[in-house]
């Protein structure tokens, strides 16, 4: 059973940055993407960015675009979301998922595991 733990959220103020953390228990499966996703009070959870492991690609939402960076670690087990220029509307909070198959993007039941979340809050 593959744990994942976010770190990294908090109190920000608009336009500030933010890195989150997100730590596997186990060694990445290179095959597997990894993704992050967000979940605002009252909406449903939504893609915000996923990296493929071995291959190093990216896919962002839209509205990330150009604000946000996924990327990894192999050495140890980690990936990351820097989020910059944020925006009362990316507060939510976040949670790093690895996927069940190998061509997982934005589609939340194609992940298998699962953190607890990680709280962002932006503030005027």
């Known amino acids: 059973q593959v744990q994942l733990m976010e770190s990294g959220g908090g109190l920000v103020q608009i336009g500030g940055s933010l890195r989150l953390s997100c730590a596997s228990s186990e060694r990445f499966a290179s095959i597997y993407p990894m993704g992050w996703f967000r979940r605002s009070a009252g909406k449903e959870r939504e893609f915000v960015a996923s990296?493929?492991?071995?291959?190093?690609?990216?896919y962002y939402a839209d509205f990330v675009k150009g604000r946000f960076t996924i990327s990894r670690d192999d050495a140890n087990n980690e990936v990351y979301l820097q989020m910059n220029a944020l925006k009362p509307g990316d507060t939510a909070e976040y949670y790093c998922?690895?996927?069940?198959?190998?061509?997982?993007?934005?589609?939340?039941?194609?992940?298998?595991?699962w953190g607890q979340g990680t709280q962002v809050t932006v503030s005027s």
């Open positions: 998922a690895q996927a069940r198959t190998s061509y997982a993007q934005g589609d939340p039941s194609d992940y298998k595991y």
């Open positions: 990296i493929v492991w071995s291959a190093s690609t990216t």
